[in-house]
């Protein structure tokens, strides 16, 4: 089975030795809570002088802190540190299968691979086998690319997204005799997780040929001459977008053929299917403030006009009629987005809509409405109550989105390109990947 048709890569994994405490050393992914310091703190309390990859990353919340340098330079050391005194030990080449309980989902399983850069394009309109499920902010690499450019392990909490209903690839492995290599809590609500390896060439051409089967029966021909969209990121796409730029100048920077045998060419993920029971898609939300309600509603209604759609608005009595007119009005010829403003209520009802998605058309508005209303101020909100709460204060309005469809997500980015930013959560920042298997990223 060629690996590299469907952009899969077997890595060598490493492990914290039988010794490490490892609910202290796995730390939840850097881009959360980076507004909570207590939380932060509460972690650095429990890690105290253990092995940690606490010291092997760059919470977001330090960012801004001044010293930025000397932190990336102390990461460095530390990864040399690890790997030279046996904290970290490799194991077999293989995958982990993974299965994490947290306080929202008895089970999410998932599989850590690593996958071929090669086969990903972060750009808008791209047809690659991996792509973005949200807009990449280049603007936000730089920091990342300091990071990881000088280090010598990675270590993921990406997790990327593949469309199995039928759950062919992930769930048949927990049917199989497997060595367990991990079993322990997590720290700070993060729930519990097991590992087992994988590395029986056996059960992996089987993982290779279900994958295979996602993509269609011509996969082995030239990827780049079709549309196969085969992995879509869910969490950590800068991340993974991160390892792509380093690789690119690795490539850029290299004098013959043997940088394709580079290990920075792969990225370490961990896949997880869209259809798994314990993985929530959970909506954003949007309030404007600093706005007319009444001139919002006008200037959404001229720019549908504009794009040759049929907007208009229903009003309504309470938010409860709101959203049960918007749920009987939607399909895939109206788009209906329930809204609130000071105590008032309705629905923009938006016909033959060219984009796929609520969320795509509202945003669509959205953007063009802040260019030209520089006062204006948007925010993205998680739960319906706090959007009834902000939208009730003068000078607001709020947007009720619906929670996005795991059948949708594939079919609107092979048709739209990447969503707009904030079109959904993958659960709780509590359930968000911690930090835990390594992998070389330099020979």
Request: hydrophobic share 40%; with cysteine.
């Given at each position: 089975?060629?690996?590299?048709?469907?952009?899969?890569?077997?890595?060598?994994?490493?492990?914290?030795?039988?010794?490490?405490?490892l609910s202290r050393w796995a730390v939840i992914a850097c881009d959360q809570y980076t507004s909570q310091a207590d939380y932060w703190n509460q972690v650095k309390e429990i890690v105290a002088d253990a092995p940690s990859t606490l010291r092997l990353t760059f919470p977001e919340i330090y960012l801004e802190d001044s010293d930025k340098e000397e932190r990336i330079s102390k990461i460095n050391q530390t990864m040399e540190q690890y790997?030279?005194?046996g904290t970290l030990k490799e194991?077999?080449?293989?995958?982990?299968?993974?299965?994490?309980k947290t306080t929202h989902a008895a089970s999410r399983?998932?599989?850590?691979?690593?996958?071929?850069?090669?086969?990903?394009?972060?750009?808008?309109?791209?047809?690659?086998l991996i792509r973005a499920t949200e807009g990449t902010i280049v603007e936000r690499l730089p920091p990342r690319i300091k990071v990881r450019e000088n280090a010598k392990i990675e270590l993921p909490h990406i997790m990327v997204l593949i469309d199995d209903p039928e759950k062919t690839v992930i769930e048949p492995l927990f049917q199989l005799d497997l060595e367990k290599v991990y079993d322990f809590d997590l720290m700070l609500n993060g729930g519990h997780i097991q590992g087992y390896m994988i590395d029986n060439p056996n059960h992996i051409n089987a993982i290779a040929k279900a994958i295979t089967n996602l993509a269609g029966s011509d996969i082995n021909n030239a990827v780049d001459e079709r549309d196969i969209l085969l992995f879509a990121m869910g969490d950590g796409n800068?991340?993974?977008?991160?390892?792509?730029?380093?690789?690119?100048k690795n490539k850029a920077e290299a004098t013959d053929d043997s940088i394709m045998e580079h290990p920075s060419r792969y990225a370490l993920v961990e896949l997880v299917n869209l259809h798994d029971e314990g993985l929530e898609f959970e909506a954003i939300h949007r309030v404007l403030f600093k706005i007319s309600p009444e001139k919002v509603l006008e200037r959404m209604e001229r720019f549908f006009l504009e794009g040759g759609m049929e907007p208009f608005f229903k009003a309504c009595t309470s938010i409860e009629e709101a959203k049960k007119i918007a749920a009987s009005e939607t399909n895939g010829k109206t788009h209906a987005i329930p809204f609130m403003a000071q105590g008032s209520f309705g629905v923009a009802l938006i016909q033959h809509p060219t984009l796929t998605l609520e969320v795509a058309s509202l945003q669509a508005f959205l953007d063009n409405f802040l260019k030209h209303s520089f006062s204006a101020e948007l925010d993205y909100i998680h739960g319906e109550d706090a959007v009834l709460e902000l939208s009730g204060k003068p000078d607001s309005i709020g947007f009720l989105l619906p929670a996005l469809s795991k059948f949708s997500l594939f079919k609107s980015i092979a048709k739209d390109g990447a969503l707009p930013r904030k079109t959904f959560s993958m659960g709780e920042a509590?359930?968000?990947?911690?930090?835990?298997?390594?992998?070389?990223?330099?020979?």
């Open positions: 089975m060629n690996l590299n048709n469907i952009g899969l890569n077997i890595p060598t994994i490493l492990l914290p030795n039988p010794e490490i405490d790997l030279g005194d194991q077999k080449s293989g995958f982990i299968l993974v299965d994490r399983k998932g599989l850590i691979v690593a996958l071929d850069l090669e086969h990903y394009d972060y750009s808008a309109n791209s047809k690659s800068h991340s993974f977008a991160t390892a792509k730029a380093i690789w690119e509590d359930e968000k990947r911690f930090y835990l298997e390594c992998r070389k990223i330099t020979p």
